[in-house]
């Protein structure tokens, strides 16, 4: 970070130094006005797979509220990603897009996931009662259709990068 705002006014002027030049790595994919964005996305990418294990440490794996703040968060990064259009290069724009598409489906389908577990779980599908999963998410995408969803997810963004 502290290189980059060094060498933030030569590459914004266009008159690359020698410091710049041996730095191209670090802003030569963004435009020049947002060539913090590899920071950002890194700490996006920090706050995704490691800080958020700090979240709830008691019940985390079991309660939805990681799967939440995650899709917050990408939700969030990707209207960034949209106001800001910070890639040089359209395709690398349009993988950013995909890719981080592909993770906030991959948590709403997560969410899915565990609604219709715990409501298998409890046995809220007595009859009596309409449960959570059948009620909001209907009966056709069950927590199987989702979790094959979720696998159709990760295999096509394998294929597509």
Known sequence: LVLLVYIHPSVQSRSI????ESC???????????????VVDTLRKIFLTGFIMLIDTQKGSNKMLRLIIASIVSTLYLCILLAFRPYKRQDDYNLAFL?????????SLGIIL???IEDNDSGKD?????????????DYFNSFRASLMVVLLTFSMLILT
């Open 17 to 20: 130094t020698s410091l710049a």
């Open 126 to 138: 007595n009859g009596d009662s309409v449960s959570l999963c059948s009620r909001f998410i209907s």
């Open 24 to 38: 191209r790595f670090l802003w030569q994919d963004y435009d020049p006005s947002t060539i913090y964005w590899d």
């Open 99 to 107: 890719s981080n598409f592909f993770l906030i489906c991959c948590f």
């Open 114 to 116: 565990k609604v219709c």
